[in-house]
């Protein structure tokens, strides 16, 4: 699959129009996967939102960053997908949870009614417990976005992608060696910068 994306990317590059979509049908299945994948570190916005409405909005995100962007290889396409879910993620955290959203008076377990079936409660969140840990919550992987990029990328590969470290080895073809490295050292970063942030607050 590697070398068809990026044989479709060549493709484009070379000013075939119709390699874009191709490229896109080519990874759809994968995307949806990720999208899915994803979505599981999210839990507060599965409880919203589906695999497909993800999906959705980040390919149209995908496109609209693959007219902006030169592709250098497969893997940039993967970590530009990656990237784009993320992103896509963190703003229904920010739609569902903001003041306004639903999220923020709505609680899964509800009460019980008395006849064996659970109302949802609709009470005025409590800011000082949930809320603030969806905003750490949501900080975190906003400073993915912030790391190094070969940091970054062995992130979105070990965290998002849920490889091991020998898969991500091979895929950026570094050693298990380089891979724990930079593992190491991106976890090390944003426990310092969220940590310095939770102090200045």
């Known amino acids: 699959m590697a070398g068809q994306t990026t044989q479709l990317i060549t493709l484009w590059q070379a000013g075939d129009a119709s390699a874009r979509s191709r490229l896109m049908d ?17 839990p507060h916005v599965a409880r919203f939102e589906e695999t497909g409405d993800v999906l959705q909005q980040a390919m149209m995100r995908l496109c609209r960053s693959l007219e902006a962007v030169t592709l250098e290889s497969g893997q ?7 990237t784009q ?8 955290v920010r739609h569902h949870y903001g003041p306004l959203g639903p999220g923020t008076k709505h609680e899964t377990d509800g009460i019980d009614d008395g006849d064996g079936q659970r109302t949802p409660k609709y009470d005025r969140a409590d800011w000082s417990a949930e809320p603030s840990t969806l905003a750490e919550w949501a900080e975190f992987h906003e400073q ?3 790391l190094p990029p070969d940091e970054k990328e062995v992130v979105d590969l070990l ?9 991500a080895a091979e895929v950026l073809g570094i050693t298990d060696r380089t891979v724990r490295r930079r593992w190491v050292s991106a976890r090390t970063r944003l426990h310092d910068v969220l940590s310095k942030e939770e102090s200045e607050e």
Do not use: K, P, V
Request: hydrophobic letters at 35%; a positive charge; aromatic letters at 12%.
């Open 26 to 42: 080519h990874c759809c299945d994968r995307l949806r996967s990720l999208a899915r994948r994803m979505l599981r570190r999210y």
């Open 76 to 82: 940039h396409f993967w970590n530009l997908a990656t």
């Open 85 to 92: 879910i993320r992103r896509e993620l963190i703003d229904l």
């Open 144 to 146: 993915i976005d912030r």
């Open 159 to 167: 965290f998002y992608q849920g490889m091991t470290q020998e898969e």
